[in-house]
């Protein structure tokens, strides 16, 4: 549970960030790959929390 919050507040924490970055910086190259470093994190903490609750592959 501690993981799940934690990772909610991390998660969050990082997308206003990148969010506020990208508003002000409107690079194509740039939101590309911010979009895929939140979409990388975003898997990284599903599969972290899926090996946690012991139902990973």
Same mark, same amino acid.
């Given at each position: 549970?501690? $993981? @799940? +919050?934690? &990772? !909610? !507040?991390?998660? *969050? &924490?990082? %997308? *206003? %960030?990148?969010?506020?970055?990208?508003?002000? !910086? /409107? *690079? #194509?190259? @740039? !939101?590309?790959?911010? +979009?895929? +470093?939140?979409? #990388?994190? +975003?898997?990284? %903490?599903? /599969?972290? @929390?899926?090996? *946690? $609750?012991?139902?990973?592959?």
């Amino acid at each position: 549970m501690t $993981n @799940l +919050v934690t &990772g !909610i !507040i991390g998660i *969050a &924490g990082v %997308f *206003a %960030f990148l969010g506020l970055l990208l508003w002000w !910086i /409107k *690079a #194509l190259p @740039l !939101i590309l790959i911010c +979009v895929l +470093v939140m979409l #990388l994190l +975003v898997y990284d %903490f599903w /599969k972290s @929390l899926r090996e *946690a $609750n012991g139902n990973g592959a």
